[in-house]
């Protein structure tokens, strides 16, 4: 909204800039010639006289036969009478208009475009190459675990450089990178244990856009992001919703996340910052995950890690658990510690693989999350039938407006129109209640046989 927001700023400035300066044009071509500009003999041109000098043909008479130093006297000033430097074909000319104080609005419009411009191409280059010093640390580490790193053209024919890597080899299978804006990135990678695939996607700041960088910044401030997707793929699934979210943003997670909010209650872990609130349906997945190294690297660094959940869906037929971890990079220096980051992120991967719930749990889970599926259900329903009361009371409204714009005997054929319709909905219920009867009574009598 932000990058749409400028280019309508850009816009709007260019079309004022243009505006302007049209205005500018037709004023100097209106502007009346001087009258000094204009080629007339010497002798036509008449001295006319000074603002301050006293008019000698006044109807008064006052000045009329009077010296010239009673004049100057009663002015009360030494004005001289005549301009200085005015002779016979010599005018005084107009003074100077300064070329850049005339177009002011014009030059500073121009700076903060020229200031727009470099603002978007040096933040554009930065982002490109944050995401490729990103790409260049992790690349090794998921050629070793995955077997086929990068995007694939699902529109192109697979030939050499897409087919998909033998056995216990790792190859690129296609762009690394896929750009979906100037500051959302997304890395792919597939072809590991207890993985269907782990999306990677980077998102920067809008370093390219000025006004995000200026002023909305000041106020909702922007971090560069990398967030982990990995469906997890193993034998032995199990329900589970999780979450270790940061405290100050629990409400507002919850408000979006409607499983966190349905089936999760918030669990208290010894030895974890107070920065941390952990979501859980049970406490043993709680235990399973949060080991002490994983709550010591949480206390060290609790402004890096922003999110850890691990969800599956109730409701879907494809209950598959998915792991996301969000990660903050927060200086150039954590561009080198990113490996470290994915290194955390893939044995988490196999630590929740080898997480075995007992068969009572289970069921327990199970039943809780069918009642919740129920009460959910019957809060859709209510919500569906208020929508449909709604939108039934405003059709009333409208039609009980338009009728009463209309002029008596028009509203008069409407309601007998509308009478009528009602009546003849009625007598087709009735024919098929009493149809519905009829047929209940055929089925029940049995033939009395002799």
């Keep these: ?20 300066t049209e205005a500018h044009k037709l004023e100097n071509e209106n502007e009346p010639e001087p009258e000094h500009d204009k080629e007339t003999p010497p002798k036509e041109r008449q001295e006319t ?27 009360g000033e030494n004005i001289p009478l005549v301009a200085p430097n005015v002779t016979e074909g010599n005018y005084i000319p107009l003074p100077n208009v300064v070329w850049y104080k005339k177009y002011t609005f014009e030059i500073i419009a121009g700076f903060i475009l020229v200031v727009y411009a470099v603002q978007f191409f040096m933040g554009k280059k930065y982002n490109e190459t944050m995401v490729s010093s990103w790409v260049t640390y992790n ?27 033998e056995e216990g080899e790792s190859k690129t299978c296609g762009a690394l990178i896929e750009q979906h804006s100037y500051n959302l990135f997304k890395f792919y990678a597939t072809g590991r244990l207890n993985c269907q695939y782990c ?20 106020l909702w401030p922007e971090l560069d992001r990398v967030s982990y997707e990995i469906p997890l793929a193993f034998s032995e699934r199990y329900p589970c919703i999780f979450a270790v979210v940061k405290r100050r943003e629990m409400k507002n997670i919850l408000e979006n996340n409607k499983l966190l909010k349905d089936y999760t209650t918030q669990h208290k872990v010894e030895g974890l910052s107070q920065e941390f609130a952990v979501l859980s349906e049970y406490d043993e997945i709680v235990d399973h995950i949060l080991t002490p190294q994983l709550i010591d690297k949480l206390n060290k660094s609790p402004e890096v890690y922003q999110l850890i959940e691990l969800c599956d869906d109730p409701s879907s037929a494809n209950n598959m658990l998915t792991l996301r971890i969000d990660v903050i990079l927060l200086n150039p220096i954590s561009l080198k510690l990113s490996t470290d980051y994915t290194k955390d992120v893939l044995r988490m991967v196999d630590h929740v693989a080898n997480f075995k719930m007992g068969k ?21 329903r209510e919500e569906r039938q208020e929508e449909i009361i709604k939108k039934k009371a405003e059709k009333q409204k409208e039609k009980e407006a338009k009728m009463s714009s209309l002029p008596p005997d028009q509203q008069r054929r409407l309601e007998e129109k509308e009478y009528k319709r009602k009546i003849k909905q009625q007598n087709k219920k009735m024919v098929k209640i ?6 209940q009574t055929i089925f029940t009598c049995t033939p009395l046989l002799e």
Excluded at 139 to 165: M, Y
Aim: glycine share 4%; net charge positive.
């Design 139 to 165: 690349l090794p580490l998921f050629q070793e675990q995955f077997a086929c790193v990068g995007i694939r053209d699902e529109t192109k024919k697979p030939g050499p450089e897409q087919s998909l890597p």
């Design 1 to 20: 909204m932000a990058n749409k927001f400028s280019m309508f700023f850009a816009i709007l400035l260019l079309f004022l800039i243009t505006k302007v």
């Design 49 to 75: 006289p000074l603002k301050n000098e006293p008019d000698l043909d006044d109807n008064s008479g006052e000045f009329v036969g009077t010296p010239i130093e009673k004049i100057k006297a009663k002015a």
């Design 434 to 439: 009493a149809k519905k009867q009829m047929d």
């Design 360 to 380: 009572a749990l289970k069921e327990d889970i199970q039943a809780k999350r069918s009642k919740i599926l129920v009460q959910a259900s019957k809060e859709k």
């Design 199 to 218: 999306l990677v996607t980077v998102e920067t700041k809008r370093r390219q856009d000025m006004l995000t960088m200026t002023t909305f910044n000041l």
